[in-house]
């Protein structure tokens, strides 16, 4: 009797428990692969080697913006992330942007002078060198300056773990030869963790995908 009491509390916890979001078959724990001739043809362009077609989704994470839109982040095996953007609805009508982003690096901010630094000179530019590379800032305020654009990230682990962090963010891009571009992300990150801030410079690549260059295995 006991054990069937506790069996319903246990299956109750489980349903109220927040789920991962979804979108195009993508979901946390499943797997999908990108068209390998599109990596093939557009890889000797970017800044990274050797990015795989196959990836299984490790951690989901969900951005929602202020102007109502969303971002979804599927990470995956392979040190990368397919991010989703929609604008105005949760459904793949609403998808107005898809990328293939990998992490270039991830530098540790120490301490608050660190951290304002980084943020005021650190994160947003007119432009930004990487590997010899000219990338140009993308967002632009109507001003002089134009500061990095906050957001918050819950992010869904597998293990059932749910965080999140604040992001301050700023994105760059370059023209490509095959008439595609090569977008570039500044991300000032910090987490609270046991009471303490921990603080990050995250540096990520990443190019254009169509969502006919995904295929789902499930």
Known sequence: MLGKLFGKFNQSKQKSAPKA???MGLYLGGSFKIDP????????????EGATSAHIIQAVGEVNLDTGGKILRFYTDDDA???VVMDGGDTENHITDVKLWYYYNTKTIG???????????NVS??????EGQTFQRVW???????PPVAMTEKT?????????TDQFIMLYERELDTN???????????KIINQNHDRCLVTSTGFNIQPSDITING
């Open 21 to 23: 979001p979804e979108i």
């Open 37 to 48: 001739l599109k990596l093939r043809l557009i890889e000797p362009e970017l800044i990274i």
């Open 81 to 83: 992330f397919l991010q």
């Open 111 to 121: 301490n608050e002078q660190q951290w304002q630094h980084t943020l005021t000179s």
């Open 125 to 130: 530019k007119p432009t930004y060198e990487l």
């Open 140 to 146: 632009e305020a109507v001003g002089e300056e134009s």
């Open 156 to 164: 869904y682990e597998e293990d059932g773990d749910i965080s999140e």
């Open 180 to 190: 595609n571009i090569e977008a570039l992300m500044i991300s000032a990150e910090e």
